[in-house]
């Protein structure tokens, strides 16, 4: 990884096989699951490839204390997650098989005591900035070098810790600490902006005291070259946001048009459509599919 | 203290609050101690360093010391992430915030991911007197004791409250300390030795023994001398750790005396005395049980001493309650 260089074709189609895994494995866990978070992972596919396969700085062992973190406000988005983990080598990858079964270590929400490579645990929405402002504070007193992503929901801006957890971040100077918004537009009762309205969300970030930035979050090459930059600038003082524009369920049409798909599952059969549409169809956007 | 000359020397500040609650300082010193030893220890709190003293842990250790300002649950949650780091965070506030407010931090972020946070609620109880209801905590052991994993551990005063901090320094789980507002009255040596999980049994009585934690072990302990003295057979037992219970100290007392009577500055509903009505239910023995402490209401406001004497949760009330079941 290079800051500020191009992306090769090579690295683009690599980081596009990956969110494509990503989706697939998502449809395939769901249906052992038989309810679950698709279009919670849709809308974020492309920033769990771009952090996990180019970005962030990692080990096979998922314990390296010098790790980038990861930790997801969203932890219902798990489930596009797993399959990266055990990608990895962090877990065997017969685990995913037995996805929410009786005992598995793999549930809706992400388990850092049962899931290696989950750096903290979450579910309870609100809490992850907290927690990695905790991780950057005790990494700098443990005089440790990493950076900390922290992908919030949009609908996550809702609840008050998070703002508490972007005060102290800004006010102990934690430039490490990397939020990135999945500014999806949904909820779980309809859009954002009508259950709660959270605009101007990037003018609140900068009045908070943080460096913001806003990106077409499906846009492969802009995001990925968006946070090779923001984590190879050791000049800033402050922590950074990144407000990525995504859509909601993006790659299967009905996701995207029909407000509702928050929870839901699909048929076998429906899930094998979703996947050959998965499979034809190149995501460079949010309005665009090739 | 730094009185300007204007003022008489009875005149004080909130930033010499330390100088003026001896055992305040038992958080702080400690601290220094085991960081001192080599121990990873830090601090954290919620724009209380002065009411908790850990302004000189802060003044010993700025690179240690975290100020939250006033966001409890930012604080619960970001020390459980310290926490993975290796470092051992010591956040502290009032036990009415830490324990109620932040509580489903507690439970999420340090207790299921077993991170090994210390989490101090001072002032617990009604110490703070007539600053009224939203800074009583007479609920915190009941919220804290039905959080899986989490010790709960209720010194009986500042020598006490320092040798369980000693031990926590190498404890492996989550732990939540409630403590007083610095002014507990003196119950121990300070070198008495004591152990996390481990009552300190100063007594079972034939005819009653006292369970209690926190304050209320002083009380409670002139109480057992002056029934001694009226001719009766009692005991005391100091349930410092509240969980995991000694439950083999409680059934010592439940086989032995004929009247097991709990003592605690918290509602009767859910704190030490729930704890060992739950192993007495589940034991049947020898004694009858009577829980003493605040009666499922809110508690009335005035100074500290004051409504311990109300409450009878001072050495002449404890006496009166336990007479009452003789």
């Avoid at chain 2, 010993?60 to 604080?75: A, C, H, K, L, V």
């Avoid at chain 2, 507990?184 to 009585?205: C, M, N, Q, T």
Wanted: net charge negative; aromatic share 8%; proline share 4%.
């Amino acid at each position: 990884m290079t800051a500020n260089s191009d992306l090769s074709q090579e690295q683009i189609e690599q980081l596009e096989d990956r969110a494509r895994f990503v989706r697939l494995e998502t449809i395939r866990l769901i249906e052992i699951a038989k309810v679950g978070h698709y279009s919670s992972v849709f809308s974020c596919a492309e920033i769990f490839s771009a952090l996990y396969y180019d970005v962030m700085a990692l080990s096979e062992d998922p314990a390296w204390p010098e790790r980038d973190r990861f930790l997801m406000g969203k932890g219902h988005a798990a489930v596009g997650l797993f399959p990266i983990l055990a990608d990895k080598g962090y877990f065997p990858a017969e685990w995913l098989d037995s996805y929410t079964r009786l005992g598995s270590p793999l549930g809706d929400h992400p388990d850092m005591r049962k899931v290696p490579g989950v750096d903290f645990s979450s579910g309870s929405i609100g809490h992850a900035l907290s927690n990695g402002v905790g991780i950057a504070l005790g990494g700098r007193m443990k005089k440790l070098e990493f950076d900390v992503f922290v992908m919030l929901g949009d609908g996550e801006m809702q609840e008050g810790q998070v703002w508490e957890a972007a005060i102290s971040a800004a006010s102990h100077r934690l430039s490490n600490v990397i939020a990135i918004i999945d500014r999806n537009g949904y909820q779980l009762d309809g859009k954002v902006d009508d259950v709660m309205a959270i605009e101007p969300l990037a003018e609140k970030w900068r009045a908070f005291g943080w460096e913001v930035h806003e990106v077409d979050g499906h846009d492969i090459v802009s995001l990925t070259q968006l946070l090779r930059r923001v984590k190879a600038d050791t000049s800033r003082k402050a922590p950074c946001c990144i407000v990525a524009k995504t859509v909601k369920g993006r790659g299967i049409s009905y996701m995207e048009t029909e407000p509702g798909w928050h929870l839901g599952y699909l048929s076998p059969e429906d899930s094998e459509k979703a996947r050959q549409t998965i499979l034809t169809t190149r995501i460079t956007s949010c309005g665009e599919v090739a | 203290m730094n009185v300007k000359p204007d003022l008489t020397a009875d005149s004080w500040q909130y930033r010499d609050l330390n100088s003026r609650a001896p055992s305040l300082s038992v958080l702080a010193d400690t601290l220094i101690e085991l960081a001192r030893e080599g121990h990873p220890v830090a601090a954290g709190t919620a724009d209380l360093q002065h009411s908790n003293g850990l302004v000189k842990f802060a003044g010993e250790y700025p690179d240690r010391f975290i100020q939250f300002g006033i966001s409890e649950q930012n604080m619960v949650s970001a020390a459980a992430g310290i926490a993975t780091t290796g470092m051992i965070p010591y956040v502290a506030t009032f036990a009415s915030f830490i324990g109620l407010l932040a509580c489903e931090q507690i439970r999420m972020d340090v207790a299921y991911c077993a991170q090994p946070v210390r989490l101090i609620g001072h002032h617990t109880g009604i110490s703070m007197g007539f600053y009224g209801t939203s800074h009583h905590a007479t609920e915190d052991i009941s919220t804290m004791r039905a959080i899986a994993d989490l010790t709960v551990v209720s010194p009986a005063d500042g020598a006490q409250f320092r040798q369980l901090l000693r031990h926590s320094a190498t404890y492996a789980e989550p732990i939540y300390f409630r403590i007083g507002r610095g002014h507990d009255p003196v119950v121990y040596d300070r070198d008495e030795s004591f152990e996390l999980g481990k009552a300190k049994v100063h007594g079972i009585g034939d005819d009653i023994t006292i369970i209690a934690c926190g304050m209320a072990v002083h009380g409670a302990k002139q109480a057992v001398d002056a029934l001694n003295a009226a001719g009766h057979s009692a005991g005391l037992i100091d349930m410092h750790t509240i969980k995991p219970l000694d439950e083999a100290a409680v059934l010592e007392a439940a086989g032995r005396s004929r009247v097991v009577l709990t003592v605690e500055e918290h509602n009767i509903l859910g704190g030490l005395g729930s704890a060992v009505a739950e192993i007495m239910a589940e034991n049947p023995g020898r004694a009858r049980l009577k829980r003493h402490g605040i009666m499922d209401e809110y508690a009335l406001i005035s100074p500290p001493m004051r409504l311990y004497q109300h409450y009878k949760l001072d050495g002449p009330g404890i006496r009166e309650v336990a007479e009452a079941l003789l």
